[in-house]
């Protein structure tokens, strides 16, 4: 009897073994899927105001357009995609075209250098403003650039990391932009000064 003992022991105790290992297995999956699905911003979820100044030194509000579908565009000047989906953007929002009267476009660069900007921004028809505070990459959780992020009524209703094309611009950003505006809206007024 006390010889077998050890061995039932030492049975059930690689029986754990074997369990514990598939759970641990089955946890780093599930967490592997839950931080794959929370990367970038997700449709759904309320999105922050924030004030900034463009370029040219006007007062807007990240996050809280005035009663307009707002498309938010993040880049960075030294990004040769971001510089590509900027010339579509410019494309899409020009002033002949009719998705300007369907949005308020905004360009947002990352970083310090006004200069850096000001080149980019020459003739393009988004309005550019800088966001130098870095903190703020993680709260808009801006993991790929360039980032475009369509918001309607302060909820993401679009999120896109990488680089902008034509044909995804025409075939699924405009029509949406369309069904926006023929929806239902409020006044428009939004206080972002108390941000």
């Not at 410019?90 to 660069?109: D, R």
């Not at 650039?145 to 679009?158: E, S």
């Not at 239902?184 to 108390?194: T, V, Y």
Request: charged letters at 20%; proline letters at 6%; a negative charge.
């Amino acid at each position: 009897m006390k010889t077998k003992l050890p061995a039932v022991l030492l049975a059930l105790s690689a029986v754990a073994m074997v369990a514990l290992t598939l759970e641990a297995k089955s946890l780093r999956t599930s967490y592997s899927a839950l931080v794959s699905t929370s990367d970038g911003p997700l449709p759904g979820r309320w999105y922050p105001m924030v004030p900034v100044q463009t370029l040219g030194g006007e007062a807007r509000c990240i996050g809280a357009p005035e009663g307009v579908p707002q498309v938010l565009y993040f880049f960075h000047a030294g990004c040769e995609e971001c510089a590509g989906s900027l010339q579509v953007m410019e494309e899409t929002f020009g002033a002949t075209s009719a998705a300007s009267q369907l949005a308020a476009p905004l360009g947002i660069g990352l970083g310090t250098d006004s200069s850096t900007f000001r080149g980019l921004s020459e003739g393009v028809a988004p309005e550019i403003a800088i966001l130098a505070d870095t903190r703020w990459r993680g709260v808009f959780r801006l993991d790929t650039l360039p980032q475009m992020i369509l918001i309607d009524r302060g909820r993401i209703r679009v999120a896109r990391g990488g680089a902008l094309n034509e044909i995804m611009v025409r075939d699924s950003l405009v029509p949406l932009l369309e069904t926006l505006a023929g929806e239902e809206r409020g006044d428009g007024i939004f206080d972002c000064s108390a941000w």
